[in-house]
């Protein structure tokens, strides 16, 4: 089993910043991929940013230019760095990793967007 535990969640302002935390605990041998989805209310979860252990980052094109994905493998975590935030980011972010094809999932944290 792997466990993962997120932090960084939050409101903010437009324009403003957030950096999503998600740590892996349990069994973490063989994660091969973490990244992040998101999921705003009344609609599909989609991708937002993933990247295999030791390769590139992808992200989806609402993303590119102000979100970065990056992996500490030394401290098992993935981080989402989110900068000139726009409403349109407000949802419930998901940690997700791979591991020997099967998947595992965070339990979600709020970024709310707003005035």
């Known amino acids: 089993q792997v466990q993962l535990v997120e932090s960084g969640g939050g409101l903010v302002q437009p324009g403003g910043s957030l950096r999503l935390s998600c740590a892996a605990s349990?069994?973490?041998?063989?994660?091969?991929?973490m990244g992040w989805y998101r999921q705003a209310p009344g609609k599909q979860r989609e991708l937002v940013a993933t990247?295999?252990?030791?390769?590139?980052?992808n992200y989806a094109d609402s993303v590119k230019g102000r979100f970065t994905i990056s992996i500490d493998n030394a401290k098992n975590t993935v981080y989402l760095q989110m900068n000139s935030l726009k409403p349109e980011d407000t949802a419930i972010y998901y940690c997700?990793?791979?591991?020997?094809?099967?998947?595992?999932w965070g339990q979600g944290t709020q970024v709310t967007v707003s005035s």
């Open positions: 997700n990793a791979l591991k020997n094809g099967a998947g595992y």
């Open positions: 990247c295999t252990i030791g390769g590139s980052p």
């Open positions: 349990g069994n973490i041998f063989g994660i091969y991929a």
